[in-house]
């Protein structure tokens, strides 16, 4: 999990400080995911096709890390499985994962570079979860460069739906409404202890485009339908 930067300017987005520690708690019970702050400390807001550079770098670079420690163990304490492992090593796989509406965004004026689109989905890959009024397919067939790399997106349909919105429950937080057993406990306690989702807060980068569009717009005015 990779909290976007403060700078990106959702409507509503809180400080990364808060969402990253959010993050960690509901996470402590979880062995297999985990939050990283990198995208989040960046001076400003970072193209997703850098964050997922900057991870497949990262994961290149704990390889060769083992690879080298393997290397200089002493042969007798070496198994036949480490011998292996360095004469072939298996590359890692990065893949972006994502809820199915998400593709419909590459078709939003000016969010996206049409590079950045295709080396997304030709170098790396997309894993998208359904969602309930999604089409993931129709997304993808409306879209020549989607439909050509179609074998590098995976799409998951979920049996057991599940529907949680973020939006709904920053909406019932600032109506003082109870979100028991939508978030762990510690989460809502960070929450209250903080003071987080308020009519206050709801309002930052109120009127402001997203960073995305403003790089493409430098005048800083609402791009046309």
């Known amino acids: 999990m990779s909290p976007v930067n403060d700078n990106y300017g959702k409507k509503g987005l809180v400080s990364a400080r808060h969402r990253i520690a959010m993050a960690k708690l509901a996470l402590k019970t979880s062995d297999w995911i985990r939050v990283d702050p990198w995208e989040s400390e960046q001076e400003t807001w970072t193209e997703t096709v850098k964050v997922l550079r900057h991870h497949y770098n990262e994961s290149l670079r704990l390889l060769q890390s083992k690879k080298e420690f393997m290397e200089n163990k002493h042969p007798h304490e070496r198994s036949t499985r480490d011998s292996l492992s360095c004469q072939h090593p298996v590359l890692p796989e990065l893949k972006l994962l994502c809820g199915a509406d998400f593709l419909q965004t590459f078709k939003t004026p000016n969010l996206w570079k049409e590079e950045d689109i295709k080396e997304i989905v030709e170098k790396f890959g997309l894993v998208c979860i359904s969602r309930a009024g999604s089409d993931p397919s129709q997304y993808i067939k409306e879209s020549d460069l989607l439909t050509q790399f179609q074998h590098n997106i995976f799409l998951v349909k979920e049996w057991i739906q599940n ?8 909406s019932a937080l600032r109506r003082g409404l ?21 009519e ?19 005048a800083g005015t609402p791009p046309r339908d």
């Open 200 to 218: 206050e807060s709801e309002r930052r980068n109120e009127g402001d485009l997203l960073q995305p569009l403003k790089l493409q717009n430098p």
């Open 178 to 198: 109870s979100v028991k057993y939508l978030l762990p406990d510690s989460v809502i306690a960070y929450i209250a202890q903080h003071n987080i989702y308020t």
């Open 163 to 170: 529907e949680i919105s973020a939006t709904r429950i920053r």
